[in-house]
Each structure stands twice: as C-alpha cells, then as structure tokens.
C-alpha cells in the first residue's frame, strides 16, 4: 500500500476539523518541545493520552488525576530522553533502539510503582502496558509509534514480523523506513504544505500502519 495515499486519507480529519481527536497529538507534542518542564506538561499529556482513547473505564489512569504523569515528565526531560526529541532538525535512528528500550524501562517503573483503587477492589497498581508506553512517547517525543490495536493490525498487513514494542520490532520498523525513505519524505513535505506542520519519522509510521489496520476493520464491518 502506497504511503502517500494513505497519510492523505488521515489528514482529512485534521483538515476538516480543528478539533479532532487527532489534534491531540499536536498540542502534546508542541509542549514538549519546549526546553524546559512546567505543570503544564502533565496536563497535556493527561489529556492526549484521554482523547487517544487510554483513560477507558478499566484504566487506573481514570482513577487518578493528571498529576500522576509528573514523574513521567521529570523522566522525559532528563538529559538522555531529550537526546530522542524528534523535531525538522533531529530525528531517531536505528543506534537510538537501546536508548528508546531503557526510556520505555523508566517509564513502566514509574507507572508501575503508583496504585489505584477502583470501588471496593483492593488497590492495583498501573499497568505499563506497550500501548501506553508507546503513546506516551509518541506524543511528547515522537519517537516510537503508538503500538495500539490499529497500528498492530496494520503491521500484520504490511506483513511486519514483529508486533511488539521491542528492539526486534524496532529493528524491522528501521528497515521499513530505510525501504521507503524517499516516500517518507514526500509523505513529511506533504504534511508541511497541508498543515504547516513538520510530523518526524516514526509519527509518520505511526499514521501509516495506524490507517491501514482501520481500514481493514471498517471493510470487516461492511463486508
């Protein structure tokens, strides 16, 4: 499937709506390219992860407020994470693969060591799932795409052996962008006219295999 054709077909929702959901992970994204940490910070990566869809019934996220990602934001901004901030003039590369696994390590830790309470349950802590970590760093440093439900089932129809946030996957989304870089790059410039805005590799592999595992639901659905 042709990348160019399928990042336009995102782009309609951004283009039609200045409040749609996908939105989100501009306004989060734009906050943390900042060189410094404010209180802001955990406010708006409480609400990106909420408008991407992490703050579900179920969520321990749900039972705390924003507050809880200040740790995460403290890790963010430390020397070695701000190394992986993707921006027009800095992008990830295959060496960055360690770098991406230990930042995801750090994270689980933090989440994982802050318990939640749900009605008359005993207290649980935050689970640290992939989706979660992936999002998280998708949004504020732009990274590593979100690996969510779409984006998996995407990968299985791009025939991506490995579907799970780990160097092996990382490995192979590597490959993937090396195979495709030229189109990566139309796909980034087409952004930049569309939206004015510059979308770093993996945000652009994020929209690509996210679409694609969409699709394919919706054509489940009408089939």
Request: proline fraction near 3%; charged fraction near 25%.
């Amino acid at each position: 499937m042709r990348i160019i054709p399928t990042i336009e077909k995102y782009l309609i929702g951004i283009m039609t709506d200045e409040f749609h959901r996908f939105t989100s992970w501009d306004n989060c994204h734009q906050a943390f390219s900042a060189s410094q940490q404010t209180e802001i910070h955990s406010l708006e990566l409480a609400f990106y992860l909420a408008s991407w869809g992490m703050y579900r019934g179920s969520s321990g996220l749900l039972q705390k407020n924003h507050l809880i990602h200040r740790g995460a934001v403290d890790i963010l901004f430390s020397h070695e994470s701000q190394k992986l901030k993707c921006n027009s003039k800095n992008d990830v590369v295959r060496s960055n693969i360690p770098d991406i696994l230990n930042l995801k390590i750090k994270l689980a830790n933090h989440y994982r060591n802050i318990y939640f309470t749900k009605g008359e349950e005993k207290p649980k802590s935050i689970s640290p799932t992939d989706t979660l970590l992936s999002k998280i760093l998708l949004g504020t440093l732009g990274c590593v795409p979100a690996f969510d439900r779409y984006f998996i089932d995407g990968l299985k129809e791009i025939k991506i052996q490995n579907k799970v946030f780990d160097d092996a996957s990382l490995d192979e989304l590597f490959d993937f962008v090396e195979e495709n870089r030229t189109e990566i790059k139309d796909a980034q410039k087409l952004i930049l006219t569309k939206i004015n805005k510059f979308y770093p590799i993996m945000k652009i592999l994020d929209m690509y295999f996210w679409q694609i595992g969409y699709d394919k639901e919706l054509m489940q659905k009408q089939g």
